[in-house]
């Protein structure tokens, strides 16, 4: 009977209190979203400002809308034009922690073999902050990445299979002058046999040159291991500048870069070429928000 009486009561308290931890959540939700912007200015503030990259992933977060566009050519006259390029946007919830949501890009290969289409969809980066410090105190940075990847594309753009990337993303600055870098595995779910495990390099050396001028020069390096591609690798140079970021009104900038790359490596013609194409004109447009 006493167990009755307990049980009755429980009860009856539960719908006085559901209100109460309802209306805790309501605030709690609220704080999150009103906070937002002095949260990720904070993340902003506790970092260094070196602008993005044209290439590399910046291990700085950033809150961030890009799109690029490449042209790339290869040595037997084929073209790619890859719009999008697989950059989207990136927000700050958390002064550690930035998210990249990415559509996937649209290709169209001219000259030869013609065909155009979605290319596989890079629809996720995530940026965690490992350890930071502004210009005024030590002017340095270290993030761990992971990238997901869809095998939506079309026939002829597609790897067929889910690929994770684990990497980490690092930069040291020297008054105007700083070094950015990341180094990432991609990591195929499926045919692995095929398409191998790509361990890509990547290294900026930019200078803030004036207000608004990041002249800069890129080496990006991927080995492969396993697969059709198993023992080469390709390594290209990219020259290039970004202007930005320009303010416009309120917390909103916007910056443009443009890169000219092209492979370095010997080129190995027996199928797949490596590198895979031979020079490449990259254009990047930011708001930065």
């Known amino acids: 009977m006493r167990s009755s009486f307990l049980l009755a009561g429980v009860l009856l308290a539960w719908p006085a209190a559901s209100p109460a931890n309802a209306s805790t959540q309501a605030d709690t939700t609220e704080s999150f979203f009103s906070d937002w912007h002095d949260r990720a200015q904070q993340a902003l503030d506790s970092q260094p400002h070196w602008i993005p990259p044209i290439n590399t992933i910046s291990p700085r977060l950033t809150q961030v809308i890009r799109y690029d566009q490449y042209w790339e050519s290869t040595d037997g006259g084929a ?27 649209y290709l169209e290969r001219r000259k030869k073999d013609e065909a155009s289409g979605w290319g596989d969809w890079p629809f996720l980066l995530v940026k965690q902050r490992l350890a ?23 026939s002829k753009f597609t790897n067929r299979a889910w690929q994770f990337t684990p990497g ?22 499926a045919h692995v046999g095929t398409i191998g495990t790509a361990i890509t390099t990547n290294l900026t050396l930019q200078y ?56 370095l490596s010997s080129r190995i013609a027996q199928a797949p070429p490596t590198p895979v194409y031979d020079h490449n004109w990259i254009l990047s447009l930011r708001l930065v928000y």
Not at 133 to 144: H, I, M, Q, R, S
Request: aromatic share 14%; no cysteine; net charge negative.
């Open 79 to 105: 073209a790619l034009n890859s719009f999008g390029s697989g950059k989207g946007f990136e927000f700050i919830p958390f002064e550690t922690m930035s998210f990249t949501v990415n559509p996937a890009p």
């Open 132 to 154: 930071a410090a502004p210009e005024d105190k030590g002017n340095y940075l270290v993030t761990a990445l992971f990238g997901v990847q869809a095998p939506i594309g079309a």
């Open 208 to 263: 803030h040159l004036m207000r608004y001028l990041w002249p800069e020069i890129e080496f990006n390096d991927t080995a492969w291991s396993g697969g059709v591609r198993d023992g080469r690798n390709q390594v290209f140079l990219t020259v290039g500048s970004v202007f930005g970021n320009i303010p416009l009104a309120d917390n909103y900038a916007v910056g443009v870069g443009l890169g000219y790359q092209f492979a």
């Open 168 to 189: 980490l993303g690092f930069g040291k600055g020297w008054g105007a002058f700083d070094i950015e870098g990341s180094l990432t595995a991609a990591l195929p779910t």
